[in-house]
């Protein structure tokens, strides 16, 4: 799910620059990170976006501009990461360990706008005590337009906290005990991802979005009983959206 949220974030730029207000529907496909007995899921895509001078709102993230220009932009950020892991969909001993729930991460982005692309960084802390794991991103997009189409390319670096890959990845001690699942005490994780998207502009309203990206599964997350073991975790899809 985390990769979605990238592709529908990168896909907002897209619509922001011609209309505030875009919603939209679309599908997504994407192999799990876990050792769920379906390897790949099938996700509907609702998209809502708005961006006005002082807010924007992209899906499951909310912005509060404190500082925007043409050449910079600093905010405040809330956003709901919704990467979890539920054992009911889980092979073998994995179904007897605990679940893992989203959460709200907030903190604060900045994006610097030069003529060879898009440089953002962005902190972020968990809220709502789930994991109390922090999340760093650096990301550098680009974007260019052929008449009716527009190509969008992204790659970065996410840096996860101790705190939040053991609460997605790791294994204590009691779940240990109950499931008969080794121990597992990963370490802070580097994650570096990339994607495109294709959009076309049938008019001023109406785009139809391809997307497709990949997440390069550090070792600490791959090594996990609860990873899939995956060097590469994919997401596609294709969505249409109207923009007033």
Same mark, same amino acid.
């Given at each position: 799910?985390?990769?979605?949220?990238?592709?529908?974030?990168?896909?907002?730029? =897209?619509?922001?620059?011609?209309?505030?207000?875009?919603?939209?529907?679309?599908?997504?496909?994407?192999?799990?990170?876990?050792?769920? /007995?379906?390897?790949?899921?099938?996700?509907?895509?609702?998209?809502?976006?708005?961006?006005?001078?002082?807010? &924007?709102?992209?899906?499951?993230?909310?912005?509060?501009?404190?500082?925007?220009?043409?050449?910079?932009?600093?905010?405040?950020?809330?956003? &709901?990461?919704?990467?979890?892991?539920?054992?009911?969909?889980?092979?073998?001993?994995?179904? /007897?360990?605990?679940?893992?729930?989203?959460?709200?991460?907030?903190?604060?982005?900045?994006?610097?706008?030069?003529?060879?692309?898009?440089?953002?960084?962005?902190?972020?802390?968990?809220?709502?005590? /789930?994991?109390?794991?922090?999340?760093?991103?650096?990301?550098?997009?680009?974007?260019?337009?052929?008449?009716?189409?527009?190509?969008?390319?992204?790659?970065?670096?996410?840096?996860?906290?101790?705190?939040?890959?053991?609460?997605?990845?790791?294994?204590?001690?009691?779940?240990?005990?109950?499931?008969?699942?080794?121990?597992?005490?990963?370490?802070?994780?580097?994650?570096?991802?990339?994607? =495109?998207?294709?959009?076309?502009?049938?008019?001023?309203?109406?785009?139809?979005?391809?997307?497709?990206?990949?997440?390069?599964?550090?070792?600490?997350? /791959?090594?996990?009983?609860?990873?899939?073991?995956?060097?590469?975790?994919?997401?596609?899809?294709?969505?249409?959206?109207?923009?007033?």
């Amino acid at each position: 799910m985390k990769n979605i949220i990238l592709c529908l974030i990168f896909f907002a730029a =897209f619509n922001s620059i011609a209309a505030p207000l875009t919603v939209g529907a679309g599908v997504a496909v994407s192999s799990s990170p876990y050792k769920y /007995k379906d390897k790949t899921t099938y996700d509907p895509l609702p998209l809502l976006s708005y961006y006005g001078d002082d807010f &924007y709102i992209d899906g499951p993230e909310f912005g509060l501009n404190l500082f925007k220009n043409e050449q910079q932009q600093l905010t405040l950020i809330a956003s &709901y990461d919704l990467h979890h892991f539920d054992p009911k969909y889980a092979i073998d001993s994995l179904k /007897k360990v605990s679940k893992r729930n989203a959460t709200l991460f907030s903190g604060v982005g900045y994006t610097l706008y030069t003529s060879v692309g898009d440089f953002t960084t962005t902190v972020l802390q968990d809220t709502l005590g /789930k994991s109390k794991g922090m999340k760093i991103n650096a990301e550098w997009s680009t974007m260019t337009d052929f008449n009716q189409w527009s190509l969008g390319y992204v790659a970065g670096v996410e840096w996860n906290s101790k705190k939040q890959n053991r609460y997605y990845y790791g294994i204590d001690k009691n779940e240990s005990l109950k499931s008969g699942v080794v121990m597992y005490e990963p370490k802070s994780s580097l994650t570096p991802y990339t994607g =495109f998207t294709v959009a076309y502009a049938f008019n001023p309203e109406w785009v139809a979005i391809l997307f497709a990206n990949a997440y390069f599964t550090p070792e600490e997350q /791959k090594k996990s009983p609860l990873s899939s073991g995956k060097s590469v975790a994919y997401t596609s899809g294709i969505a249409v959206s109207y923009s007033f």
